[in-house]
């Protein structure tokens, strides 16, 4: 990990160094390009979720469109392309005078318009800006997004592959695995072992088991799928899915809180009761940061990985030059093998700090 | 402007994170050097100290990325 | 900011999803992986523990056979020793009778002969006695043939006595 970090943070070194200069080509195309290409903006559009899945091409190019499902007094239920599609429209904010381009819906979207991927209701036919945000009204948006696809994606593919597995030993009975269940069972066995019996005490661990595997393969197949090129989902790169990973460990931590664990926060043995009126809030900052942290560090990571490899992609149309192929190509290639091993890695930790977060939670007390 | 300060900010954290890894890292190859057989223990201890303190270090490069979001 | 503002819709649907594939595995996958391969750590544990129970088991097997042999052996060696005295007591008891018949025959044959020559010198004496009488006779009657010899002898006679 350190070793990434690392070499992330050089990556991005350098890779600001070469994005920031214009000395190599570029120079004789400037005069054709009329919109001048940013890389902020195209980074941020591909981490974020949307609601189309974007194959390949311009704004012309080829998209699948995915359904739209506002709430807002009833089910609205529409295609997106009726947004994608829609008519473009700038918006003056009010004050400064900066633009705001946004888009109005069409046909059945109608009466909404979407700026960076969020539903707005217009209002008297345009959205209104303030601090560069738009203050319009918001229905609560049920979309399928890019991400939710991507997530049933991911349980497709558990499923499947764990219930063949699951299949094989009820067939062959308790057996050396073979095939699939070949390459599962050490995962399985890792996680059981190194996860959570080693961080949960021996008489109780065999209950979380369970939770731990299912989160450990739902990063691990989400980080996976995040990587391959037309799916490229940013699922564990968003702070909403990592978010709600997070409760769930704290909820099971807290839920399976002992005696020990609750005393040690509300009444910290030795300490003296003046100053538990300090300690009781920092001990309950303390239950809440830890599944925070495992909130951000998910997301950081793997959005980071998305970031620079996109970044280094982006090279290539800074420069205007196929060229720079050949510096930025294999960097992004060994970015991406690097991310396999990211994506390992971060399942491995946040199922490994969720171990320890609930070993404590189950800790006897020692005396 | 504010992009680029929010990323020397970003960019300090991840200095002090540095450090703080870099001598995880070589304090962990100490002691696997002088207790070989400990080895694993020690690795377990050591990515445990690595993620929290990575930790702190995303918490900038998150500060950072708002910074960078031209939409912020 | 949009980066790190949960969205409520795709909290929603992670929920679902998250919540449905923990169902499903907990109930369809994990159970009996985790059933199967347990029972066959446990399976793998037992069979150790057997072999090193039947190893514990052969080596007792040895030493009792081992026991056994030695047993055997002593017995053996016991059996010949005692065939080996009782074939020195009948060699040794053979050997006293015959002794004692050697001698018993040897006490006869010495009485035999004793008796034997008993009866022969008693013989010799009879008849040494008759052939003294005999002479003594003969001498006797020579002597007395005259009246000469007869008047002699009667005086030597009475010279023996006088002198006594």
Known sequence: ?367 | MVGSIAAIGAGLAVLGAGLGIGRVGGSAMDAIARQPEASGKIQTAMIIAAALIEGVALFGVVVGLLGLNPAA | MELVTPDLGLLFWTGLVFLCLLFLLVKFAWKPILGAVNAREENIANALELAEKTKEEMKALQAQNENLLKEARAERDSMIKDAKEVASKMIEDAKGTAKVEAEKQMTAAREAIQSEKAGAIAELKTQMAAFSIEIAEKIVRQELSSDDKQKALADKLVEDINMN
């Open chain 1, 1 to 367: 990990m350190a070793i990434k970090s690392a070499m992330n943070r050089m990556l991005a070194v350098i890779t600001a160094i070469l994005m920031s200069t214009s000395l190599f080509g570029g120079e004789s195309h400037e005069g054709e390009t009329e919109h001048k290409f940013n890389v902020n903006e195209m980074i941020m559009h591909h981490i974020q979720d949307a609601h189309e899945w974007h194959l390949w091409g311009g704004h012309d190019g080829t998209s699948i469109y995915l359904p739209i499902i506002l709430m807002d007094g009833g089910i609205k239920t529409f295609s997106s392309t009726h947004f994608y599609h829609g008519t473009p429209m700038v918006a003056v904010e009010e004050g400064t005078g900066k633009e705001h381009e946004f888009i109005a819906g069409v046909g059945p979207a109608e009466g909404y318009a979407m700026y960076h991927e969020t539903i707005y209701k217009m209002d008297h036919g345009t959205l209104h800006f303030e601090k560069g945000h738009p203050h319009n009204a918001a229905p609560i948006d049920f979309s399928i997004t890019k991400n939710v696809v991507s997530m049933f994606m991911t349980f497709f593919i558990l499923i499947l592959v764990m219930f063949s597995v699951a299949k094989f030993y009820k067939k062959n009975g308790a057996v050396a695995p073979k095939g699939i269940a070949k390459f599962i069972e050490p995962l399985i066995v890792f996680v059981r072992d190194d996860i959570a019996k080693a961080n949960i005490d021996h008489h109780k661990y065999k209950k979380y088991v369970p939770f731990l595997l299912t989160i450990f393969f739902f990063i691990l197949v989400s980080n996976l799928t995040g990587l391959i090129p037309l799916v490229q989902a940013n699922v564990t790169g968003n702070i909403t899915v990592t978010l709600f990973l997070a409760v769930c460990v704290l909820l099971v931590t807290v839920f399976s809180g002992n005696k020990n664990y609750w005393g040690h926060i509300f009444a910290t043995p030795g300490v003296p009761k003046a100053l538990l009126v300090i300690m009781v809030p920092i001990e309950i900052v303390g239950v809440l940061t830890k599944p925070f942290a495992l909130m951000i560090r998910l997301f950081a990571n793997i959005t980071a990985g998305h970031i620079i490899i996109l970044a280094l992609i982006s090279i290539i149309f800074l420069n205007q030059s196929a060229a720079w192929g050949a510096l930025s190509v294999p960097m992004a290639l060994f970015i991406s093998v690097l991310e396999i091993l990211v994506a390992f890695l971060q399942a491995y930790l946040f199922a490994m700090l969720s171990a320890l977060f609930i070993g404590a939670a189950v800790e006897e007390a020692h005396h």
